[in-house]
């Protein structure tokens, strides 16, 4: 067997893995999207059990990113990449069989320490085994699998949502999924390159990122991350929930809106995977943020106006649903896939899991502040507050990153 033919054969299986493990965790959150009506009524959540039920994964998420990040720059990406999945798919069973909320919380805590410990290695691990031309589509193709996970359990929650307990159907789906992806993940490479640069020790990680080039780095990731996830984090938690205001619909109808509406982000996030390396990372991140900030906007000033979007006219819920439609675009083709990409491309080998880490804690902490403002203003000012919210802070990530990303560069080092 040639050694090309052993490297792409690698370079494939990586990539699969990638993308599977990606497409679960996109999965689960549209699993816990479809599912979140219904268990409002089941478990008679305040806004504020609501806030803390969405922000449990995320502060999971918080803990497997800068754990796993670390711990990925001293023991190995493979390592961390099977560990991972097998706490999320345990959790996710568990989640599926949780008799109380507290039991349910705690469940999808874990759950979010799988999937934030994912994103920290995964990326990294992409970025060092991909050829430096192609890397950034690859990635993107990567995330790209996220847009099939997430559409995929808003079918599976349309179809049995309808019964007593089949929110718990699509949530047990998901950890079924895990199980094969921790054997197929056994047989992974390790980064030869990771092999090849690693420090000696964590004292050597922590005196690289104190390095002034590393610190504005991860600083200039963390924010845009941050940014970004706000909206996206809330979005993805919320839609069914939105658009059952919109619609006044019930919740299996709402699930299948929901489906229409992110079947957009598919030809978005494709774009991305053959503009990337054409056009740069740059221009898709900066219109990205921009032209969902003014969606977001849009979008919330209708829901101010609208006293009560489920009596408007027909053609108000038309432009209500086009202006989700372009929010959900934009972010699938911009900042969605770049700001990942960025950050796993920017740190060098020795650091580059644990600053990646770090700029997806902060996203993940966006994504808490995103969901917990969002339950919040929509409680006492209607969803229209809550969605200027995810406007304003998505405007935020554009002027960060007009400031902050180089004009034709990847910025790899």
Known sequence: MSPIYQRDRSRLGALFGAGAGIFIGAYDAGAISVALPRLVHVWHLSALGVAILGSAPLLGMVVGSLGAGFYADRW????????????????????????????????RWVIGIGIGADYAVVFPYLAELMDQETRGKMMALTMWMANFGMVSAYILGALVIKTEYGWRIPLAVGGLLAAPLVVFRQAL??????????????????????????????????????????????????????????????????????????????????????????????????????????????????????????????????????????AYALGAMGPDKTTVIISAEQL????????????????????????GGYSLLAFHWGPGAGLWFFGVMTLVGYGVSSRTLQRGSAGAL
């Open 189 to 326: 490479p390790e980064s030869r390159l990771w092999l090849k640069m690693r420090g000696d020790s964590g004292k050597d990680i922590w005196h690289t990122l104190r390095q002034r080039r590393v610190i504005t780095t991860v600083a200039a990731s963390s924010a845009n991350w941050f940014s970004y996830q706000v909206s996206d984090q809330g979005l993805s938690l919320f839609l069914p929930t939105l658009l059952m205001g919109v619609f006044g619909s019930t919740v299996a109808s709402a699930a299948w809106h929901s489906i229409l509406v992110k079947l957009i982000t598919i030809p978005a996030a494709t774009a991305t995977v053959f503009l990337i390396d054409r056009w740069g990372r740059r221009p898709l991140q900066i219109f990205g943020f921009l032209g969902r900030a003014v969606a977001l906007m849009a979008l919330g000033t209708i829901f101010l106006v609208l006293v009560h979007p489920a009596g408007a006219s027909g053609a108000w819920k038309d432009i209500m649903v086009a202006l989700l439609v372009v």
């Open 348 to 371: 060098q080998t020795a650091i580059r899991s644990t600053g990646q880490g770090i700029a997806e804690a902060s996203g993940r902490l966006g994504g808490m502040v995103g969901v």
């Open 76 to 107: 190995g990406r493979r390592t961390l990449l099977i560990v991972d999945f097998f706490a999320f798919g345990v959790a996710a069973l568990g989640s599926a069989a949780a008799p109380n909320l507290f039991w349910f919380v705690g469940s």
